[in-house]
């Protein structure tokens, strides 16, 4: 099951007006800022909670002022996860799109493919949230991608069937529209019944461009809730 897209809004807060801040280091002060607030939120989704609460995140990765901010960053938080990749790369374009929406993990070619697999879950999975843009013009027309996350049962699981047949959730989102300008939305992908992922699975999630020519990913999370 997947839950209706809808708008994003985010952005980071700039360093604080102090007498000693001068203009030419605004910049790399907020861009500090904002970098140490996104190995924070997208490190610590893994790790153990206070008081040995568990972090409902098994992937939470943020593309944008407030979140990761270079293709070096985000390629070294998927490579764990990262099985396959034909076709998807990492976009720097804040002349076409602004701030905003100039940083993403992009299609690049027809027909492009990647996927995710987590094994032995260290907890469950019933969420995919995926952050993407919606775009307009003729690089836009058509724009879609077929995510499919794919559950193989594992010793966690509650029916003990160790090893059974993948159960598939799917969605496919569009990527273009036709109002004149760049939106952030999400489309939440429910991992429910046997599509459920409990501790000890496999989780699969797969990316295939099935239309158009480009499409933009700017935040994927997977998450227990």
Known sequence: ????????????????LTPDLLLHDVTNKWNQAKEGAAETR???????????RK?????AASIGPSGI????????YLRPFLSSNDGWGWEDDIKGYGWSNKLGWVAQQSGAKFVLTLQKLARPVRLVTIIYMKSYGEKWEGSAVRFT?????????ASGDDGGG????AATV????????SVSYTEVLELVGE???EEGDTLVLEAELVGGRTFKIQGLMLCAF
């Open 1 to 16: 099951a997947s839950r209706p897209p809808g708008p994003l809004g985010g952005g980071g807060p700039p360093p604080p």
């Open 42 to 52: 997208t490190t610590r989704c893994g790790d153990q909670g206070s008081g040995g």
């Open 55 to 59: 972090n409902p995140c098994v992937v």
């Open 69 to 76: 901010t270079n293709g070096g960053a985000f390629r070294t």
């Open 149 to 157: 996350a794919s559950v193989t049962r594992g010793s966690g699981h």
């Open 166 to 169: 993948a159960v598939a959730t």
């Open 174 to 181: 569009s990527g273009h529209h036709n109002t004149t300008v």
């Open 195 to 197: 599509g459920a992922a």
